[in-house]
């Protein structure tokens, strides 16, 4: 999924880690990311967010898109901090999903993302199928 991700790779994004149902990413807040208030925009906030609940609700190898998101901004992000997101599977029942999200600069939570997912079907990955009984 990464390879195919440009939007992540173009804001400067780096995978920290994944694991079933879970993911965290980071990204640093660049010149061009900062609004006319001397913050963090939302919506590059948002973005990150996103693509960490992206990470975490595919991270069973199952095809997987966002159905929504709320946000709710706590703290404003600076120019060059570095933002990490966590993306946390609450529920998994059938094709849908709900994630917890939290945004942190210098460890101190600046967003909250729920994102509701719904499998689309087919996996990331390939999976060997079971060969028939002989």
Aim: charged fraction near 20%.
């Amino acid at each position: 999924m990464w390879k195919e991700d440009g939007a992540s790779q173009g804001l400067g994004m780096e995978i920290v880690r994944v694991n079933p149902g879970e993911a965290v990413l980071a990204m640093t807040i660049r010149p061009d990311m900062v609004n006319g208030h001397g913050i963090a925009h939302g919506g590059f906030i948002f973005l990150l967010a996103d693509s960490a609940f992206a990470f975490a609700c595919n991270s069973r190898n199952e095809r997987t898109v966002a159905a929504q998101c709320n946000i709710a901004f706590i703290r404003p992000g600076k120019l060059g901090d570095r933002l990490v997101a966590t993306a946390r599977e609450i529920s998994k029942t059938g094709r849908s999903g709900i994630y917890d999200v939290r945004v942190t600069a210098n460890d101190v939570a600046i967003a909250e993302l729920r994102g509701h997912s719904r499998s689309l079907g087919g996996a990331w990955v390939p999976t060997e199928k079971a060969a028939p009984p002989a």
